[in-house]
């Protein structure tokens, strides 16, 4: 080839490969099709190509065309084909991608296929872009539809199809009314329907027919954020909706869907987990036209890839999903809300470590479209922000409808007689909250039998062998189990270190309550909701069920109770022990904490009746409890930003964290001294200056570096772990620290069996 034609604008392809690599790489557009009268198709960003990549090749996807490279063009290698016709990644698909990844400082590649369908990181092609689909025959819309009286199902599709001339997707279908294969082929049998192919692009046209409910009327609150956020449509404009648990957000979010919906946009919605929360999804199905387009991990991977293109086809007027959905390709995104935006679930913890809720709020930003983040408990960061006008701060303060705000009470169970955990005060309430027909809560955030078995003769404690972490009984399995790495083994029956017969269980977990609560509770139903008891598919759906359907008066559980669950029929919440996380070493423990007890009490009384916590505990006079109880979360929120501002800790300084681990704890702490010293030898612009000054003058440039220190807990799965932490008060400075160092750290010389990990604005310190 002519080097001339080297310099043609778009002959350099600038491709990201998926592989964990910083960089992007270079390549030759693939040569003309040799029949010479196929047009060569055309090439532009965001399309996936095969290249040839080491000894191998890769799926790629083209960033850009360039009209030169740093490299010599001679040695550049020619991509080997273009994997579709169309780009799977729109030009603000691939800014906001580049821009996490540089942000986060990750591998580009793992940053572009986190956002695309697993399937569509292997040279496969993607899904036929025409879907099957039915429509009416002739027969099929004149039909009296009393004759199909019997048949109700075969009635309430064919009056869809009637009501969509155009014809319906199947996957829709199945969407909607749930599997229907059944009824189709009978429908067809009888000539009522006919197959079709739909263009997967295809109009949305909202279903006449499908009358989304109207709703309760919106109280002067709900009005007025909904006001507010529409006013906004069409332009950036962020927003805190904080409100109490039952205020009424959900029903603001709808009504903006609808409000979006009506400008013709899409809209996004984040929730930190689906699993827990199909209550949501029924709601938005029952009450939009079309049902949303659900994206989360839990599903099949070809529903998954369905939904993801009704998303980026533009079809879907709703998404639904969990963190990634972030990255989702939206032609006609104009809104996007972030339910429970305080739940650390939104934020990625390992491999590509990013915030969906941040995330969100640059893609608005770069989109030009409101963004809504909604909570009752809303984080330090994001109320930082609505206190100082940065986000428009709407408030719910009153539960919608009728229900009243539960009042909580501190218990103090310093030497008081306890059955099963519970002080003679709350037996008594749950006693008479039970015979009046309600429902209690407990709330015990330890999963198994026991935290502890120890030999009563010798002492000894079971430990796992890989942890720094003791092992958690469960009874009912008879083993014992390691809640950080796993590991496992058989309940031994005599001590394993002296054979004494003496072993006893410290400490209860929701098993072990469960099991206590019986015998106290005779004849009363009671559910335990936890990890263990929700592991198998439908299980959660089950209990929740049970508990809907007034079969259950007693309902206890983990966190798992906190997360956006309705229990109208619940009047008494008891909170059982909180104390250890009063005194936990993370600044954002008291933030969790806070956090745990508002959304726990948030489940009470959500009807007409009157709610009630009772809050055992043996720091009654811990500040934090205490500001709770006055002064509600905002008013806790307020005295803890004061202690952020003074310790210099987010939101008023930024962080990152760099952790490594190794199998040997001086591996891991010598990488880090060795980053340490790179970080400050940045702040001379060489690193072969003495000692003495170098930490001060990093300081000078903005950045300060804490550490090495080990991780809160060192030994974790048979490795040692070790932490680094990087401040600075303002984030553009730490960005750009970050820029150098991580390149520097990246060509530091690989130890053995070394991992490490940069964390930008970690969670968990
Ligand atoms: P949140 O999302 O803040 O927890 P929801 O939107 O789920 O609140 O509302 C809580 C309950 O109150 C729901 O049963 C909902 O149908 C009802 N509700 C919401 N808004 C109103 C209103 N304006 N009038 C009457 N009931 C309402
Ligand atoms: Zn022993
Ligand atoms: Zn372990």
């Not at 010599?72 to 273009?82: C, F, G, H, M, V």
């Not at 899904?127 to 002739?138: F, H, K």
């Not at 293109?309 to 104009?334: D, E, I, K, Q």
């Not at 520097?744 to 964390?759: E, I, N, Q, V, Y």
């Amino acid at each position: 080839m002519p080097p001339a034609s080297i310099k043609k604008p778009g002959s350099i392809l600038r491709v990201a490969v998926a592989a964990p690599l910083m960089d992007a790489f270079d390549y030759l557009p693939p040569p003309p099709a040799s029949d010479g009268c196929t047009a060569t198709p055309s090439l532009l960003p965001g399309q996936r190509v095969l290249v040839p990549f080491g000894q191998g090749r890769r799926v790629g996807i083209l960033l850009e065309l360039r009209a030169t490279s740093d490299q010599d063009p001679a040695r550049l290698k020619t991509i080997e084909r273009l994997l579709d016709a169309r780009p799977v990644l729109g030009a603000a698909d691939l800014t906001l991608i580049r821009w996490a990844a540089d942000y986060y400082r990750q591998p580009i590649g793992e940053a572009l296929f986190s956002a695309l369908p697993a399937r569509l990181r292997r040279a496969t092609p993607i899904l036929d872009e025409q879907v099957p689909g039915v429509s009416a025959t002739v027969a099929g819309r004149t039909l009296d539809l009393e004759t199909l009286r019997r048949a109700p199902k075969q009635r309430e599709l064919l009056t869809l199809l009637r009501s969509r001339p155009e014809g319906i997707a199947v996957a829709d279908l199945n969407a909607r009314l749930g599997p229907c294969a059944a009824t189709l082929r009978s429908l067809r049998a009888r000539g009522l329907l006919e197959t079709c192919r739909l263009a997967a692009a295809g109009p949305v046209t909202p279903a006449p027919g499908a009358t989304a409910g109207p709703g309760p009327e919106l109280n002067a609150d709900q009005a007025e954020a909904l006001r507010r956020v529409t006013a906004g449509l069409g332009g950036f404009s962020p927003f805190l909706l904080d409100g109490v648990t039952g205020s009424g957000k959900t029903e603001v979010y709808i009504r903006l869907i609808e409000a979006a919906a009506a400008r013709g946009a899409q809209t996004l919605l984040i929730v930190p987990e689906i699993g827990l929360t199909p209550q949501l999804r029924e709601r938005l199905s029952s009450r939009l036209p079309d049902p949303p387009a659900v994206l989360h991990s839990g599903l099949a991977a070809g529903d998954r890839e369905r939904a993801w293109h009704r998303a980026a086809s533009g079809r879907a007027g709703v998404v639904l999903g969990t963190r990634s959905a972030v990255f989702v390709p939206l032609p006609r995104l104009g809104l996007i809300l972030v339910d429970e935006e305080h739940d650390a679930s939104l934020k990625q913890q390992e491999g590509f470590r990013y915030s969906a809720r941040d995330l969100a709020v640059r893609r608005a930003q770069l989109v030009g479209c409101p963004v809504v983040l909604g909570s009752a408990t809303p984080s330090l960061e994001t109320l930082n922000n609505a206190q100082t006008e940065r986000y428009g701060w709407l408030r719910l303060p009153q539960r919608a409808g009728a229900a009243c705000t539960p009042r909580t009470s501190l218990l103090d169970i310093r030497n008081q007689p306890l059955q099963a955990g519970l002080s003679a005060v709350l037996r008594e309430e749950m006693r008479t909250e039970i015979a009046a027909g309600n429902q209690v809560l407990l709330f015990l955030n330890r999963r198994g039998y026991a935290p502890v078995l120890t030999c009563h003769a010798c002492g000894w404690v079971g430990e796992c062998p890989h942890c720094d972490a003791r092992l958690t009984l469960h009874l009912a399995r008879r083993r014992l189990w390691c809640h950080h790495c796993g590991w496992t083994r058989p309940l031994p029956d005599t001590c394993p270190d002296c054979k004494g017969t003496d072993l006893r269980m410290l400490g209860r977990g929701t098993e072990r309550l469960d099991e206590e609560l019986r015998p106290l509770f005779p004849g009363v139903g009671i559910a335990r909701l936890d990890r263990d008891t929700t592991r198998r598919r439908g299980e959660l759906a089950r209990l929740l069920d049970e508990v809907r359907r007034g079969e259950v008066q007693i309902l206890l559980g983990t966190q798992m109770l906190a997360k956006g669950h309705d229990f109208p029929g619940v009047t008494l919440v008891g909170i059982l022990d909180l104390d250890q996380s009063l005194y936990a070493s993370d600044f954002r423990a008291p933030e969790r904490t806070a956090q745990l007890i508002v959304q726990v009490t948030g489940r009470a009384g959500r009807a007409e009746r009157p709610g009630r916590v009772v809050l055992q505990t043996r720091h009654p006079e811990h500040p934090l409890l205490q500001s709770l109880l006055r002064d509600g979360y905002t008013g806790f929120a307020t005295t803890a930003l004061a202690e952020r501002r003074e310790a210099e800790l987010p939101p008023f300084s930024h962080l990152a964290l760099l952790r490594a681990e190794a199998p040997a704890a001086e591996t891991a702490s010598a990488f880090l001294n060795q980053a340490r010293l790179i970080a400050e030898g940045l702040a001379e612009g060489h690193t072969e200056e003495a000692a003495e000054g170098r930490a001060e003058r990093l300081a000078e440039t903005g950045v300060q570096c804490y550490g090495p220190v080990p991780a809160p807990m060192e030994r974790r799965g048979g490795r040692y772990r070790a932490q680094l932490l990087i401040q600075s008060p303002q984030r553009p400075r730490l960005q750009r620290f970050l820029a150098g160092w991580s390149v520097a750290l990246r060509a530091l010389p690989r130890s053995k069996g070394l991992r490490w990990s940069l964390d930008v604005d970690p969670q968990d310190m």
